[in-house]
């Protein structure tokens, strides 16, 4: 079999010829991108004015349809309007509807417009402006008010109920007019104050809105006037050519008869594209001096070693070491030397780990059955002594259950502290316990559980709780206080992240103020003879969560310990 000898070659020329095609393309999708950006920056702008151009209308179209219905209803369901229609009335009665009318108008009102209410006899007149319409008290609004009046006196029947617009010097209206009997009461939106309350500005300050129709242009007349826009180019929709001054978007209002439109001066064009430029600029000298770079650094191919060494301890920062070969393939002798003692480096290391790996865990384990004899009940003694006692009076029944619940109690205790069980089994150890205490104790204890259902399987190291418990009755003298012992379990959110909280108060004298110190330190020591079951707790949490639990131990202001212990909700498979 022949094998094709691999032909040597130049780091050298071969950088050069890629720099060379790097160049070209560069420059060429440069080139491109111009065009793209120019081209994309339009589309996006009329994106933006047109969406900006539907929420206008959505809103208007939106308030029209409120008031349209605001008027329905003020017409033939509210009683206070229908009495100020029948006109039987007294004075004092009819200064009430009033107010009571007005409260309503000054709630229903949009910032932007107006309700009118007023009879064909002047007897009833009352209005209500929105606070975006200045001069709410003013000549020029007493003025609109008289016209609407007049104007829907000597309307049509036809055009109650829908939507027509009025102008006079002042003001330019959409107004919408219902009538009971004599009784109209009219709505209007003032097209010159007509604005989004929440529009904060940013690209759209660059924007105006207007109305017009096929005749005039109906708001900002000024503004539109100064601009050289009339009636005729907005109807045309205006022109879409770089050259144009202005960028003009239009679209009609349901219900009317007038359009509204969205002019955008076209040289923001340019202030939008500025990105692109500086873009363009950036990667221009990001070329140069990479160009630069390249050639003054490449020298005997010193990088190539450099870069491998720097993979090699990222994949094993990444424990994705056997990478490495597949990222280390050269045709160079002195590369392959370098790759040769980077693979052993990584072997080593991997068989590193993995010993340091197996010390850990065989020291864990031997530091957890090491606890594990610690947790032996303090009471086992008492119970043995229990049961003799329970023999010697014939208590044969009492003594069957003290000898069932005591040996569930010891099958838990010694279960395998290197593995969780559920808040379940975790509970009816408790209660296991619980009932070998009213065996044995002459005062009862009363136990009170709060647990949620869909946390009885989440798994918590073994004798969490009954730890707790044990030191409770332990430390409590039997007095005449009945002694209450209350878990409370429930998930929390600290710093964002879900933990469960464990909840363990008693009623008794409470932790003295030396143990408080020491078991709320994190000292991690054996205290003497005293708490030791929550220090061998403290300690077998850490080994098996190393991080995201916490413990806190305090004193209930009435009496009685409590502690708190915050284990971390995910995570839980163990």
Known sequence: ????????????????????????????????????????????????????????????????NSLDSFNQELCYDDYMFRLLDCGYYSDSEKIVYEYNLKRILHNQVPPYGAILIFDDSDSVSMYQFGTLIPGSYSLHMYRLKEELKEYWLSAEPGLLGTWQHYRNDSFSVLMNARKLNN???????????????????????????????????????????????????????????????????????????????????????????????????????????????????????????????????????????????????????????????????????????????????????????????QTRSHFLANCLKSLYSMLENKEYEKMQ??????????????????????????????????????????????????????????????????TFLENSIKYNAQDNKLLCFNIHIETIYLENKPVIQIRLCDNGVGYSQEILKKINSNDGDVYEDFHVGISNLKKRVELIYKSGFSFAFYNEPDGGACSLIYLPADNNER
Request: include cysteine; hydrophobic fraction near 45%; glycine fraction near 2%.
């Open 1 to 64: 079999m022949t094998f094709m000898r691999q032909k040597n070659f130049s780091i050298r020329k071969l950088l050069l010829r890629y720099l060379l095609i790097l160049l070209g393309t560069t420059f060429f999708s440069l080139l491109l991108f111009c065009f793209y950006s120019v081209s994309t920056n339009m589309k996006q702008i009329r994106y933006n004015n047109k969406a900006l151009l539907n929420t206008y209308i959505y809103t208007l179209q939106s308030e029209m």
């Open 183 to 373: 009784l109209y009461v009219c709505s209007l939106i003032d097209l010159n104050h007509f604005y989004l309350l929440d529009d904060t500005g940013g690209d759209y300050a660059h924007l105006e809105i207007g109305f017009y129709d096929n005749q005039d242009i109906l708001a900002h007349r000024e503004y539109f006037a100064e601009l050289g826009i009339s009636a005729a180019d907005l109807k045309s929709n205006g022109s879409h050519t770089f050259l144009s001054r202005y960028l003009i978007q239009t679209a009609p209002i349901e219900g009317t008869d007038i359009s509204i439109c969205c002019i955008l001066p076209a040289n923001y064009l340019w202030n939008y594209s500025r990105l692109s430029i500086v873009l363009i600029t950036v990667i221009i000298a990001v070329l140069c001096g990479l160009i630069l770079f390249t050639f003054q650094s490449i020298n005997n191919a010193l990088v190539y070693p450099l870069n491998q060494i720097v993979n090699a301890t990222d994949l094993l920062a990444q424990n994705q070491a056997e990478k490495f070969p597949e990222k280390s393939q050269s045709n160079v002798i002195e590369f392959q030397t370098v790759n040769n003692a980077l693979k052993d480096l990584i072997h080593q290391k991997i068989s590193l780990e993995k010993d340091k790996q197996q010390e850990i865990i065989a020291r864990d384990h031997a530091m957890l059955q090491y606890f594990q004899l």
């Open 401 to 466: 259950r003290m000898i069932l619940a005591f040996s569930s109690h010891l099958r838990y205790i010694f279960h395998d502290n290197l593995k969780l069980v559920s808040l379940q089994d975790e509970l009816t150890e408790v209660n296991d316990y619980y009932n070998i205490i009213l065996m044995d104790r002459s005062k009862p204890v009363l136990l009170m559980q709060e647990v949620p259902a869909g946390l009885m399987n989440f798994r918590v190291p073994p004798l969490l709780i009954q």
